[in-house]
């Protein structure tokens, strides 16, 4: 019922910049928090940045200074706009959210939704 769709990875050179979009679609009653992960090869997945429906945002100390989340107030779509991009920011970024749905007739609280991943290589 719900989808959440990345896109804008791509290859860049190291100091290069990217920005990445996260799209949420489907019977959505309300967006909580929208996070964006990244997963490097062999590599846990590791929180990046994160925005509340409130505007409150949170980054992780390796990108913080570079890279920027923002999003619409409903939080329908987010960005992370991303500068001086180094080599060991190369992963896949995912996009994860806590979303409350309404269809049907019926309210279901928070669940949480993943995207599929983009890449991002950045090469040196």
């Known amino acids: 019922q719900v989808q959440l769709v990345e896109s804008g990875g791509g290859l860049v050179q190291a100091g290069g910049s990217l920005r990445l979009s996260c799209t949420a679609s489907g019977s959505i009653f309300s967006i909580k928090t929208i996070h964006w992960y990244r997963q490097a090869p062999g590599k846990q997945r590791e929180l990046v940045a994160a925005i509340t429906s409130g505007g409150s945002t949170n980054y992780a100390s390796f990108v913080r200074g570079r890279f920027t989340i923002s999003g619409d107030n409903a939080l329908n779509t987010v960005y992370l706009q991303m500068h001086s991009l180094k080599p060991e920011d190369t992963a896949v970024y995912y996009c994860?959210?806590?979303?409350?749905?309404?269809?049907?007739?019926?309210?279901?609280?928070?669940?949480?939704?993943w995207g599929q991943g983009t890449q991002v290589t950045v090469s040196s």
């Open positions: 994860n959210a806590q979303i409350e749905t309404y269809y049907s007739g019926t309210y279901f609280p928070e669940y949480d939704y």
